[in-house]
Structure formats: C-alpha cells, structure tokens
C-alpha cells in the first residue's frame, strides 16, 4: 500500500508530532515509492482516515491483493536490486 502526502504537510506533522527528527520526512522522500508498484493507494493529506480506510477496504475486497508485491518484485531483480 502507498501512503502519500505532500512534502510540506509531511514536515508540518514531523514538527507538530514533537518526537521526530527534522528533515526525516525530507531526507526518506527520495526513496519511498522509488521501485513500488502498489494494489492501493492513499492520500492522507487529500482525504481523511474515513475515505483512506474505505479505499483499502475496496481494495481488500476487490481482492487485488498480493500483484502490486509481485510486480515490485519484479521490478527490483531487473533492476538488479536485492530480491526479498
């Protein structure tokens, strides 16, 4: 599952959160989502808990589950990254 939001939003909850390093979010953009391939998508800054959670409900139901792994997987061998 892919969980997004924007950058500023992201620093604003690192910040209001109180326990987080500053410039963690930042520093983890780059590499989140960089090779994943995902059966549902979030986004926590555009909807609240409510649409997020029926999304994945959806999602669950439809029964798209495991091809988003699969094809990050995949994905990961051709780009000769380590295979999980």
Same mark, same amino acid.
């Given at each position: 599952? =892919?969980?997004?939001? $924007?950058?500023? &939003?992201? &620093? %604003?909850?690192? /910040?209001? %959160? =109180? ?6 979010? /930042? ?8 090779? &994943?391939a995902y059966d549902v ?5 555009? @909807? @609240?808990?409510?649409?997020? !959670?029926?999304?994945?409900? !959806? !999602?669950?139901?439809? =029964?798209?589950? $495991?091809? +988003?792994?699969? /094809?990050? %997987?995949? /994905?990961?061998?051709? !780009? +000769?990254?380590r295979d999980w």
């Amino acid at each position: 599952m =892919g969980v997004h939001c $924007p950058l500023d &939003e992201l &620093e %604003r909850r690192e /910040k209001a %959160r =109180g326990d987080r390093d500053m410039g963690l979010a /930042k520093a983890q953009l780059q590499y989140v989502h960089q090779h &994943e391939a995902y059966d549902v998508e979030v986004d926590t800054y555009r @909807n @609240n808990l409510t649409v997020c !959670a029926d999304q994945i409900m !959806a !999602a669950l139901e439809a =029964g798209r589950f $495991p091809e +988003g792994w699969l /094809k990050t %997987r995949q /994905k990961l061998a051709l !780009a +000769g990254l380590r295979d999980w």
